[in-house]
């Protein structure tokens, strides 16, 4: 039996009368990718201070590397890495420096650091930058910096919150590159995000959070599988909208949109001509396969939440 | 051992951050207290001790020296716990990334107060050198001044830090200087007696920590030791550094782990 690496029961996060996190369960195992998706408040991160061990537990039973974080916070954080939602770099230390000073945390010795600061930096492509200041780097770099760092003590378990948010995609996928990397090598790691792009290419098995609550969870396919259709057609009209109820039978589930009609649907190709022959010449159409985007869409709404 | 180690960790950010900029601060250490006893001790003094009523009987520059070292002991402590601790929670964060590793909230702060203890030692050292050098230490008591410096600038720097770590604005910070820190460098015995004040002055003038803090620096430079008051002043000031270290403990647990 392989053992938990994060091991949630009935976990509940209340700030006063606020309740962030809902009573989630939770299982993590060695060598898991695994994401948290969820639109902002959904708890994401409240969950992942918690395992990270710098937010008491309310309620509930959690153990990170089978320890308890009220009992042992120092020695399960001596094993984690973490990359946060906001980046907490020294932006008057050198890039070297920001990394050794982190180590030193850890308790590891100058000695121990220097090769490894070395190697870090490698793996991240900071290694030419290692002599400059924080401050000017791009926001890519920042982060790259920052996995560089949650690296230095060679954790069995990382938590990224939001690792991309506010990159470019250039740098979005340099860094998704780099996790891709640390995945295959064998690390466990945790991360919380709302591109389903990226929960899609990272996570072997994901948790849709809303409210506070898990509303579904398995690895992308299944998810996609389960709440929504193998093709979707998405198509657009002119001006004139065709009559409502028009589309009844020509797909699985049909989601009637201001700018457009999403029919999903197991042949998307049939279903797109079967939307020709009714008379109804669209002024586009678009065939594609089902993204976890419809999966979360549908499960969290799409009501704006702020 | 975990407990006196990683506090040292800590601190060793604030020391890799110092070494940028410690040449500008040697600076000022040095020229600040050249400028002070020059205009104070040696301009104005001079018309003091003209008229033959210098407070305490001794050169006005022996009787101000002390008093603007342990000042300046206050100010450094203070100024050293009140930005800096906020940018360490809100700006750079550097708090919340020391954190994330096996040191604990408690260390941080520590660690900190470390680093404020350092700027305060090695100012007021400096300070110490420069009124010697303009022979305003008669005493070899006033070696001794510059461990009450330290014990000043913790009555103020953990109290400080305490506070820091509630606010959510650094005009809060201002506030503070304005109204608390310049009158109590002005009127809480540095300059002239706290007696020569009108007595509900007078009397908030003894609740300071700083009036404490000025006259057992004098009493040490001036060689004038009296066992019972220097204790008194010594605790008057130990209980402002405890009850601000168990505030200030409070206040870091209480914003760091939410």
Redesign the interface.
């Known amino acids: 039996m392989s053992e938990s690496l994060i091991h949630a029961r009935g976990l509940v996060k209340r700030f006063g009368e606020l309740v962030a996190v809902d009573g989630i369960d939770l299982d993590v195992k060695q060598g898991e990718a695994f994401g948290f998706l969820g639109p902002n408040g959904a708890g994401k991160s409240s969950t992942m201070r918690m395992i990270g061990c710098v937010s008491p537990v309310s309620e509930g039973t959690l153990r990170i590397l089978g320890q308890d974080p009220a009992e042992n916070g120092p020695q399960i954080r001596a094993r984690l890495g973490v990359v946060p939602q906001q980046d907490t770099l020294d932006f008057e230390l050198t890039v070297r420096e920001n990394v050794l000073i982190y180590g030193r945390y850890f308790g590891l010795s100058r000695r121990e650091l220097k090769p490894r600061i070395d190697e870090l930096l490698d793996f991240v492509q900071l290694t030419e930058r290692a002599g400059d200041k924080v401050e000017p780097l791009s926001g890519g770099m920042k982060r790259r910096l920052t996995i560089a760092r949650s690296l230095i003590n060679d954790p069995d378990l990382l938590l990224l919150d939001e690792p991309t948010t506010g990159l470019d995609p250039q740098a979005r996928h340099v860094v998704w590159d780099r996790l891709f990397r640390l995945k295959q090598r064998g690390k466990t790691f945790v991360v919380t995000t709302h591109y389903m792009d990226e929960a899609e290419q990272l996570c072997d098995r994901l948790v849709v959070m809303d409210h506070g609550a898990i509303v579904a969870e398995g690895s992308p396919w299944e998810l996609i599988q389960r709440y929504s259709t193998r093709e979707v057609v998405e198509v657009r009209f002119e001006s004139e909208r065709p009559a409502n109820g028009v589309f009844e039978g020509a797909a699985e589930r049909v989601e009637e949109l201001p700018d457009r009609v999403l029919l999903y649907t197991r042949d998307g190709d049939a279903t797109a001509t079967a939307v020709a022959e009714r008379g109804l010449p669209p002024h586009s159409t678009l065939v594609r396969r089902s993204t976890l985007e419809d999966v979360f869409l549908h499960l969290t709404g799409r009501t704006l939440v702020d | 051992m ?1 407990s006196v ?2 506090p040292l ?2 601190y ?2 604030w020391l ?2 110092y070494r ?1 900029v410690w040449r500008g601060t040697i600076g000022t250490s040095l020229v600040n207290p050249v400028l002070y006893v020059t205009a104070l001790g040696v301009g104005l003094g001079t018309i003091v001790d003209q008229t033959q009523n210098a407070p305490g009987g001794v050169p006005y520059l022996d009787y101000v020296a002390p008093g603007l070292l342990a000042a300046a002991a206050m100010q450094t402590a203070t100024i050293e716990s009140s930005w800096p601790v906020m940018a360490a929670i809100k700006w ?3 708090y ?9 909230e408690r260390d941080a702060f520590v660690g900190h107060q470390l680093f404020v203890i350092t700027r305060v030692f090695t100012s007021a050292a400096a300070y110490l050198a420069v009124i010697a050098a303009f022979g305003a230490v008669p005493s070899w008591f006033g070696v001794l001044v510059v461990p009450v410096a330290v014990l000043i600038g913790t009555a103020f720097s953990m109290p400080m830090a305490a506070l820091a770590a509630r606010v959510e604005d650094d005009r809060t910070f201002v506030t503070i200087f304005r109204f608390l820190v310049v009158p109590m460098f002005l009127f809480s015995g540095t300059f002239f007696p706290v007696s020569q004040l009108p007595l509900g002055f007078e009397l908030a003038a003894y609740v300071t920590p700083i009036w404490h803090g000025v006259e057992l620096c004098r009493m040490l430079t001036l060689g004038t030791v009296e066992l019972g008051p220097a204790l008194g002043h010594t605790a008057y000031l130990l209980a402002w550094t405890l009850v601000g270290f168990e505030l200030a403990r409070r206040s870091y647990r209480r914003r ?3």
């Not at chain 2, 919340?96 to 604990?104: D, F, R």
């Open positions: 975990d180690l990683q960790r800590a060793e950010h890799a951050q940028r750079s964060r550097v919340h990334a020391m954190i994330a590793t096996p040191l604990t760091l782990l939410g």
